[in-house]
């Protein structure tokens, strides 16, 4: 697998963190929250899309450190000095959302992309990782006499 975690006793750390937060945050249990990820896996790169509807592209960042992605990202408040809240549901102020990335993967080569409230990541396959055919060499078959 390409994205993995260090040990299961963080796994399950971040699992319940990440449960704690979402609750926090009015998320539902379906993973659905500050900024939901879909992860694809093709040939030669893997594809991560970060939802991040009204976020200032200005204002997302990616990094990667000792192989964690981390992307952040800040919603500002859009009131003008004479409004009135009466109703909010919608989440304001910086979101980080971090992912470990499998030593297969060229964290050098990342390309991103941000159209339509969509950050898109793609990240390439280390050449060692792909997929590759074994040739099967015949040997000689020496006859056994009993």
Do not use: C, W
């Not at 998320?27 to 879909?38: C, I, K, N, Q």
């Not at 979101?95 to 898109?120: C, K, P």
Request: charged content about 35%; overall charge neutral; hydrophobic content about 40%.
């Amino acid at each position: 697998m390409l994205l993995t975690s260090i040990d299961p006793f963080v796994q399950e750390f971040e699992r319940q963190f990440d449960r704690l937060a979402r609750s926090a945050f009015g998320a539902t249990d379906s993973g659905r929250g500050v900024m939901p990820l879909d992860g694809i896996r093709r040939k030669d790169e893997v594809v991560l899309r970060f939802d991040l509807p009204g976020v200032d592209p200005g204002s997302v960042e990616v990094t990667v450190d000792r192989g964690v992605l981390s992307v952040t990202a800040r919603r500002e408040e859009e009131l003008a000095a004479d409004d009135r809240m009466f109703v909010r549901e919608r989440l304001m102020g910086q979101f980080t959302r971090r992912v470990y990335l499998s030593e297969h993967l060229d964290s050098e080569r990342i390309e991103a992309d941000y159209a339509n409230g969509v950050l898109t990541l793609r990240i390439p396959v280390l050449e060692q990782a792909k997929p590759r055919k074994i040739e099967i060499r015949g040997g000689d078959r020496k006859a056994i006499r009993a």
